[in-house]
C-alpha cells in the first residue's frame, strides 16, 4: 500500500467508524424518545384492529406494502414502492461486503442488481419530480427535502455506474469493510467514483437521525397506527395521566 493509499485508507476508516456511531447512537436516543412520548388519547385511525395481534399486523402491512398510501394517493405508492423495493434488494446485495462468505438470501438477490438499481432511479426521480412540479406540494417542499433525495440519488446513480460500467476491484472493497468490523486496516481501490459513493454513503448515515427518514422508525410509534380500537372496552390512559390521576385519588 502506497503512502497515499494509506492516507486514503485511515481516512475512509475513520469516516465509517464516525458515521456508525452517529447512525447508531443517533437513532438509539431518537427511538428511546419516541418510547417515552406519552400518547394522551386514543386515537387510531379507524377501522382499526381490536387486539394487539392485529395491531402488529396492520404495521406489517404498513412498512412492507405501505398499505394507507396505497389506500390514499396510488401514483405516490408506485414511486415509492419502487424506491424502497429498490433499496431493499441493494441493501440485502451489499451484504456481500460484510459476510465472510455469500449467504443464500444475498446469492438469490444477485441477479436483481440492475433492476433493482434501475427501479430506485425512477422511484427518486418520481419523488423528485412531484415535489418540483405539483405546486400543492412544491409549496411545502424545503431545501433538506430536496437535498436528502438528491444525495440518495447521487447514491444510486454512482452505484449504478460501478455496477454497469466502471467496474471496481469488489474484493478490496470486501477485504476494507470487513477489515472494519474486526478494527484491521486494509487498502481502498484507488478509484475516485468509488470514494465519491462512499461519502455519500457516510453522508447519508450521519444525517438519517436527524432528517425525515426518521419516518421508517417512526412508522411503529404512530399512534393512530399502533393502538387498538378499544375505547369503549377499556379505559386508556397514558403513564403520567395515571400517575396524576393516582395522586388525586
Not at 7 to 26: R, T
Not at 126 to 140: A, D, K, Q, T, W
Not at 185 to 202: G, K, Q, S
Request: hydrophobic letters at 55%; charged letters at 15%; one cysteine or more.
Amino acid at each position: 500500500m502506497t503512502g497515499k493509499g494509506v492516507v486514503v485508507s485511515i481516512l475512509f476508516a475513520i469516516i465509517f467508524y464516525a458515521a456508525a456511531l452517529i447512525l447508531v447512537v443517533g437513532l438509539g436516543v431518537k427511538i428511546a424518545q419516541y418510547a417515552r412520548t406519552p400518547a394522551p388519547l386514543k386515537i387510531p385511525t379507524t377501522p382499526a384492529p381490536l387486539t394487539k395481534g392485529g395491531v402488529a399486523f396492520r404495521l406489517a402491512r404498513e412498512a412492507v406494502v405501505f398499505e394507507s398510501l396505497f389506500k390514499g394517493n396510488k401514483p405516490l405508492w408506485i414511486f415509492a414502492i419502487l424506491f424502497h423495493f429498490g433499496l431493499a434488494v441493494v441493501l440485502i446485495r451489499h451484504g456481500r461486503y460484510i459476510q465472510g462468505e455469500i449467504g443464500p438470501l444475498v446469492a438469490l438477490v444477485q441477479p436483481l442488481a440492475i433492476p433493482a438499481g434501475l427501479a430506485m432511479l425512477v422511484g427518486l426521480l418520481c419523488l423528485l419530480g412531484r415535489r418540483l412540479v405539483i405546486e400543492r406540494i412544491r409549496y411545502i417542499t424545503g431545501p433538506s427535502d430536496i437535498l436528502m433525495l438528491a444525495l440518495l440519488l447521487g447514491i444510486t446513480v454512482t452505484g449504478m455506474f460501478m455496477t454497469k460500467h466502471i467496474h471496481t476491484d469488489v474484493v478490496m472493497v470486501k477485504a476494507f469493510f470487513t477489515g472494519l468490523l474486526s478494527f484491521q486496516l486494509r487498502p481502498l481501490p484507488d478509484d475516485p467514483l468509488l470514494m465519491a459513493h462512499l461519502l455519500l454513503v457516510a453522508a447519508l448515515m450521519i444525517v438519517f437521525p436527524f432528517s425525515k427518514l426518521l419516518h421508517a422508525p417512526g412508522l411503529f410509534f404512530s399512534p393512530t397506527r399502533n393502538q387498538t380500537d378499544t375505547p369503549r372496552e377499556h379505559r386508556h390512559l397514558c403513564d403520567w395521566a395515571a400517575r396524576l390521576e393516582g395522586k388525586g385519588n
